[in-house]
């Protein structure tokens, strides 16, 4: 006989949904050491970071919830070729002309790719094997493989959490949304500089029957994949 599909139940909003591990993949967006550490560019824009490593702790447990329970990890980082090959003359343009994409920062040159605080913050590392989509853009779909990765392992499913609510998570899950991938995002494990815009961009997500996808807590995914595991 046929082996039953495993079936992990999470309650969320608008409604509960049922989802299997192996079709399910955890993406972090962006916890990167400049934009959550004190010292980094997104503290030197006077942005206080402690609202975005809140975040952190959520992240971390449901990080190690999806590894035991088997899930495919991805993680995700913003950021540019040294030689800004890939960064749209728009882009660099924005901000303070002293703190621009590229220019000197406090952790390395702004938002390009090796410097130290591009790097993901210690407590959500990478394990190896856990493929990590290094994205030019907001989005994590835009100039990456990311869609490659999730077709050979036949992924449906996406739990969803990271940094900011309002931009790089909201990109990515519309992005995702439009492809046909079911999106959860995982609010408090997701943060933004501006409070506001974080619940704002959360309410986007599960209005209208769930427009974009479903919202969920950390707690309730992890138990959820307590089972699962």
């Known amino acids: 006989m046929p082996t039953a599909t495993p079936t992990v139940h999470l309650e969320a909003e608008p409604s509960a949904l049922a989802f299997d ?18 010292g980094g560019f997104g503290e030197s824009l006077g942005n206080d970071v402690s609202r975005l490593a809140a975040a952190i702790e959520p992240a971390a447990s449901l990080l190690d919830a999806a590894r035991r329970a088997g899930l495919l990890v991805i993680h995700t980082r913003e950021g ?44 959500l590392r990478p ?9 030019p853009g907001k989005g994590a779909f835009y100039a990456t493989d990311l869609a490659g990765i999730l077709s050979a392992r036949r992924i449906d499913t996406l739990l969803v959490c990271g ?47 769930g427009i974009f996808g479903w919202v969920s807590q950390s707690a309730q995914a992890v138990s959820a994949l307590g089972g699962a595991a």
């Not at 394990?127 to 994205?135: R, S, T």
């Open 21 to 38: 591990p192996a079709a399910t993949a955890l993406v972090i967006i962006d916890m990167q050491r400049d934009f959550l550490e004190p």
């Open 80 to 123: 540019h070729r040294p030689d800004l090959s890939d960064a749209p003359p728009a882009k660099i343009a924005r901000g303070a002309p002293s703190a621009r994409i590229g220019d000197p920062g406090p952790m390395g040159r702004i938002l390009i790719r090796g410097e130290p605080g591009h790097d993901i913050v210690p407590a």
């Open 127 to 135: 394990l190896p094997g856990e493929p990590v989509i290094d994205k």
């Open 163 to 209: 940094v900011t609510t309002e931009v790089c998570v909201h990109t990515t899950v519309r992005e995702a949304n439009d492809r046909g991938y079911r999106c959860v995002v995982i609010a408090d494990a997701c943060a933004s500089y501006i409070p506001a815009f974080h619940e704002a961009g959360l309410a986007m997500i599960k209005a209208q029957g």
